[in-house]
């Protein structure tokens, strides 16, 4: 014989009506939404190891120069991420004897300010990676561009 009190009805213990179950079901399912994401931006991380400049520059007097460099990852990766890994960077550029060479870091180049030798040199901001090239400045020829000036 059934009492009052009994709980026998169909749906009246159901385990979702349980609080403690939907809140760990809800941490369960963030668990698993940040581990995924977690994964899926390791797979897409790119090291960059190394950076190399484009090897020594020799120009003229009042010449511009695009300066390249090339940097090296430890596995083979897709070539957006690199350049978007690149772009990220925060790159130094220095050239030891500015009488000599400047560089334009928007424009990406180098510009002979008179005739000698110097050194340019690129590193991230925090000096893990870095090159150093030569750069030999030539006198002025006739056949050497003008520089526009701004």
Known sequence: MATKNSKNKAGENHILKNPVVIVLAFIAMTA???ASSFYAAQ???VDITQI???????????ENQAVGFNVAT???M?????VNA?????LVWTVEDEK????????GTICGVSEGTTSLSVSTKDGKLSD???VTVTPKTDATPETAEN
């Open 52 to 62: 190399v400049l484009n090897g020594n520059i020799q120009l003229a007097v009042g």
């Open 32 to 34: 698993l939404i940040l």
């Open 100 to 107: 000599v060479a400047t560089y334009d870091e928007d424009a």
């Open 78 to 82: 897709d070539n957006d991420l690199v």
């Open 132 to 134: 150093t090239c030569l």
């Open 74 to 76: 430890p596995k083979v």
């Open 43 to 45: 797979k897409n991380k």
């Open 86 to 90: 690149v772009n990220k960077l925060d």
